[in-house]
């Protein structure tokens, strides 16, 4: 095994040669003391910026009052949080877990419960973690060829072609399970046509729609589940990433109206419902009013529009603060040209460059950034 200069963690990262140490709303702050405008939001995670103070403060409280009781019990936080995205999704139960791939990992087998049927229909280019499961229905080859055998029963569609989404769905599918923005394949938006065929399908065939909303959700696109604006209304939705603004936690959330799946000791998790990162998590839903909503929409609409006219920029994908940039050049060195002059942004495959910046950020912080990357991309 090759070491490094940071030889005792395993290399699974191309990790760029920078420490960060502290973090405040927008900035980042690395160990020589310089500071970064940081509009990736650690890959769609700290969506309300570094260290807001109502989340903080959530989780500082909870801290000094109970970590964890174990899922033998009810905690106060994971009610709440169960609550508050219930009510936001109009009538829906909660399963709590730790990451983005243990939430699909939970639906993958919620469906296959609900339906008794192991058919799972998804992407091309879609991703859904890295666990086996959530690997054997992500659609991206160069993850998933290395560790096959995976699981059976997986077949992969081309984003927004509907014919090709009727042919693969059938009488042994269990669950079509999308992005409705397709964030590590490189931020493609799926058209509201294919998710209604998509909602079609799962109810002719008695499969569930489950939405992966782990990267756009959360008020990511300018609406607290990105599906609000996409005319569709999914039997589950999986949650990670931004929902505590950084601290460790995934959801899956099914419909009130969804066909009965889990019961006692169906699934389970140690950490799950962690009441520290549950009560963070309802900070970062009471933040995230309809009036910051309605800015994401607006400070997107005229993002993209500026993105469009950057030097090298052939197509801008996406919604709300969750942008795709295709270039006519590789997007790896632009982002650590762009992190020489105090940028953080990343990429979404070779030639995409992906901005997922705090839904805080302002106006003027969006222009300084769109200035960097003027620099750099001329
Ligand atoms: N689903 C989507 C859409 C994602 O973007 C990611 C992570 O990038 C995952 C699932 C996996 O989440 P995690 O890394 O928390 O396991």
């Known amino acids: 095994m090759s070491m490094t200069a940071h030889g005792h963690v395993l290399p699974t ?4 040669d920078v420490t960060f140490v502290s973090g405040e709303g927008v900035w980042l702050f690395d160990a ?15 969506s309300l910026g570094h260290c807001h103070p109502g989340v903080a403060q959530a989780a500082h409280e909870q801290l000094d009052r109970l970590w964890h009781a174990s899922n033998l019990y009810w905690t106060e936080p994971m009610e709440a949080l169960a609550d508050r995205l219930s009510a936001r999704f109009g009538g829906a139960a909660a399963f709590f877990c730790n990451s983005g791939a243990e939430a699909n990992e939970s639906a993958l087998k919620y469906a296959r419960r609900a339906t008794g049927k192991p058919g799972v229909v998804a992407l091309e280019g879609g991703f859904h973690g890295r666990t086996l499961g959530a690997l054997s229905v992500t659609g991206q080859p160069a993850k998933r060829v290395p560790f096959e055998p995976l699981s059976p029963g997986a077949a992969f569609v081309t984003p927004n072609d509907v014919e090709a989404l009727a042919a693969a769905v059938g009488p042994a599918t269990g669950c079509i399970l999308v992005e409705p923005i397709l964030g590590e394949g490189g931020v493609h938006p799926l058209e509201p046509e294919f998710l209604a065929a998509a909602r079609e399908l799962a109810d002719e065939h008695g499969a569930v729609l489950v939405l992966d909303e782990i990267q756009c959700g959360l008020g990511r696109t300018g609406s607290f589940f990105a599906f609000e604006q996409l005319g569709v209304r999914p039997d589950a939705v999986t949650l990670a990433k931004a929902l505590a603004n950084g ?11 969804a066909p009965e799946g889990f019961g006692p000791g169906d699934h389970g998790s140690t950490f799950g419902g962690n009441p520290v990162a549950c009560a963070a998590a309802v900070a970062v839903c009471d933040a ?8 994401v929409r607006e400070k997107g609409a005229g993002l993209a ?18 942008w795709g940039l295709e270039l006519d050049r590789p997007a790896g060195p632009v982002v650590d040209a762009a992190r020489g002059r105090g940028l953080v942004v990343g990429s979404a495959g070779e030639t995409v460059l992906r901005l997922t910046p705090p839904l805080t950020i302002t106006t ?3 222009e300084q950034a769109l200035a960097t990357l003027q620099e750099v991309l001329q």
């Open 288 to 295: 995230l009013t309809d009036e910051l909503l309605a800015e």
């Open 247 to 257: 601290l460790p936690i995934g959801a899956l959330l099914v419909s009130a109206d």
């Open 13 to 16: 990262y191309a990790r760029s």
């Open 305 to 322: 529009a500026g993105l469009a006219s950057l030097p090298g920029v052939t197509e801008v994908r996406g919604r709300g603060l969750m």
């Open 364 to 366: 003027d912080e969006l």
């Open 32 to 46: 020589d003391g310089n500071r970064y405008l940081d509009c990736l939001g650690g890959l769609a995670v700290t």
